[in-house]
């Protein structure tokens, strides 16, 4: 097996393919290639020996030894083809001997690749092959609320890959609770890159990072800019939304250029500011929290309308969309190194762009610029997008 490995470890290395998933697959593939060469030698001598013999016979070419070789090792028995000289006989003897036992083994290195792909995946310990999905790191109720959230939104459709160091009883009750929702799980410590990895987190359209409530209250925002900041290596920042129990931490993840920042506290005091002028806030809050058919959603504003005014493209989704516009909010690029230094620059620039790519730091993102019911006469700019109800 050691002789096959080697190419085969090669091979599985190019697909990110390691452990013991590496291992059950090279004996896998050792026994293929055991079977395929028994099959060709089989093939091969019984050919031979029957091509050579004065009886009568029904193997008449390489072709003919292939599908009496395969016919015999599956056990299937056709009598279609089949050797007639002693020499032949003693091959199919062996073949039939090695053949059945090599194929017993492939049968149960099939079935145990199945049974451990389901029990890792049920465990959390499966790496996540996956894109455009949902990646929440931590736990706590509000990751139950937006699950609930997402199965009344229908939005079941998405993958949703919930990533926590809780035992994998958890992740059963959970895909018991949400049977309708595509989850999957990746159980480790969320600060960790390969664990991060494992969760497909590079590809994912949105990275919910969560006040876990594994850890205690004055703990738990450390927790999270330390996943944060592991995280804004892996995936887009813009895709990036913190949890944070303490505003005061706000600032950190600005730094690291995440502006996607929920604190409940923060968010609580608003609501009930405006609860004290307009009795019927809170209603209008949760109802437009919960609408699976009306919210607010942010659009890309469509190439023909740059340059042009608020108020013709508020005509255009109102006739030919039905959506109202709200607002526009002006996403300004993110600045990179790229964009500061040229490929002339001096010696000390030169040294700024080298020390600071060493240390993987970036310009900090610009906040997004919201403006609610702007004049109609406003000129829409290439970084504008459109704040709308649909």
Same mark, same amino acid.
Not at 312 to 329: A, F, H, Q, R, T
């Given at each position: 097996?050691?002789?096959?490995?080697?190419?085969?470890?090669?091979?599985?290395?190019?697909?990110?393919? $390691?452990?013991?998933?590496?291992?059950?697959?090279?004996?896998?593939?050792?026994?293929?290639?055991?079977?395929?060469?028994?099959?060709?030698?089989?093939?091969?001598?019984?050919?031979?020996?029957?091509?050579?013999?004065?009886?009568?016979?029904?193997?008449?070419?390489?072709?003919?030894?292939?599908?009496?070789?395969?016919? !015999?090792?599956?056990?299937?028995?056709?009598?279609?083809?089949?050797?007639?000289?002693?020499?032949? $006989?003693?091959?199919?003897?062996?073949?039939?001997?090695?053949?059945?036992?090599?194929?017993?083994?492939?049968?149960?290195?099939?079935?145990?690749? %199945?049974?451990?792909? $389901?029990?890792?995946?049920?465990?959390?310990?499966?790496?996540? &092959?996956?894109?455009?999905?949902?990646?929440?790191?931590?736990?706590?109720?509000?990751?139950?609320?937006?699950?609930?959230?997402?199965?009344?939104?229908?939005?079941?459709?998405?993958?949703?890959?919930?990533?926590?160091?809780?035992?994998?009883?958890? %992740?059963?009750?959970?895909? #018991?609770?949400?049977? !309708?929702?595509?989850?999957?799980?990746?159980?480790?410590?969320?600060?960790?890159?390969?664990?991060?990895?494992?969760?497909?987190?590079?590809?994912?359209? $949105?990275?919910?990072?969560?006040?876990?409530? /594994? %850890?205690?209250?004055?703990?738990? @925002?450390?927790? #999270?800019?330390?996943?944060?900041?592991?995280?804004?290596?892996?995936?887009?920042?813009?895709?990036?939304?913190?949890?944070?129990?303490?505003?005061?931490?706000?600032?950190?993840?600005?730094?690291?250029?995440?502006?996607?920042?929920?604190?409940?506290?923060?968010?609580?005091?608003?609501?009930?500011?405006?609860?004290?002028?307009?009795?019927?806030?809170?209603?209008?809050?949760? /109802?437009?929290?919960?609408? #699976?058919?009306?919210?607010?959603?942010?659009?890309?504003?469509?190439?023909?309308?740059?340059?042009?005014?608020?108020?013709?493209?508020?005509?255009?989704?109102?006739?030919?969309?039905?959506?109202?516009?709200?607002?526009?909010?002006?996403?300004?690029?993110?600045?990179?190194?790229?964009?500061?230094?040229?490929?002339?620059?001096?010696?000390?620039?030169?040294?700024?762009?080298?020390?600071?790519?060493?240390?993987?730091? /970036?310009?900090?993102?610009?906040?997004?610029?919201? &403006?609610?019911?702007?004049?109609? @006469?406003?000129?829409?700019?290439?970084? @504008?997008?459109?704040?709308?109800?649909?």
């Amino acid at each position: 097996m050691k002789l096959f490995g080697h190419p085969f470890r090669k091979l599985l290395d190019r697909f990110n393919i $390691r452990g013991e998933d590496q291992k059950l697959l090279i004996r896998f593939l050792w026994v293929c290639s055991f079977i395929a060469i028994l099959l060709l030698i089989s093939a091969l001598l019984a050919w031979g020996f029957e091509h050579q013999g004065e009886q009568k016979n029904s193997i008449k070419s390489f072709w003919d030894g292939i599908w009496w070789a395969i016919v !015999t090792i599956a056990t299937v028995g056709y009598g279609d083809k089949y050797p007639v000289t002693y020499q032949g $006989r003693f091959v199919g003897i062996i073949l039939i001997i090695v053949g059945y036992s090599s194929l017993s083994f492939f049968t149960g290195l099939v079935a145990s690749l %199945f049974v451990e792909d $389901r029990l890792k995946g049920a465990k959390g310990l499966k790496q996540i &092959r996956t894109h455009s999905h949902i990646v929440i790191c931590g736990w706590n109720n509000t990751a139950d609320y937006f699950l609930k959230a997402m199965v009344e939104k229908k939005a079941t459709e998405i993958d949703i890959c919930v990533v926590t160091n809780n035992p994998p009883e958890f %992740f059963e009750r959970l895909e #018991s609770r949400y049977p !309708t929702l595509s989850l999957k799980f990746v159980r480790g410590e969320t600060i960790q890159e390969e664990t991060l990895k494992h969760a497909s987190i590079e590809t994912a359209a $949105r990275v919910i990072i969560l006040a876990d409530e /594994q %850890f205690d209250r004055s703990a738990t @925002d450390d927790h #999270s800019i330390i996943v944060a900041n592991a995280v804004h290596y892996l995936a887009k920042k813009d895709r990036i939304t913190v949890q944070l129990v303490n505003p005061e931490n706000r600032s950190m993840l600005q730094r690291l250029g995440i502006q996607n920042i929920i604190v409940w506290d923060d968010i609580g005091g608003y609501v009930l500011a405006n609860t004290v002028a307009d009795n019927n806030y809170l209603a209008v809050f949760c /109802q437009l929290a919960q609408d #699976s058919e009306n919210h607010l959603q942010t659009q890309e504003i469509p190439a023909e309308f740059i340059g042009k005014s608020f108020g013709e493209l508020s005509d255009y989704y109102y006739k030919e969309c039905g959506y109202l516009l709200l607002g526009v909010i002006t996403k300004e690029p993110e600045l990179d190194l790229s964009s500061i230094f040229t490929e002339d620059s001096s010696g000390i620039d030169q040294f700024i762009q080298y020390a600071l790519s060493k240390s993987r730091k /970036q310009i900090p993102e610009e906040k997004n610029n919201v &403006r609610w019911k702007p004049n109609r @006469d406003i000129t829409l700019q290439i970084n @504008d997008y459109a704040i709308l109800m649909v």
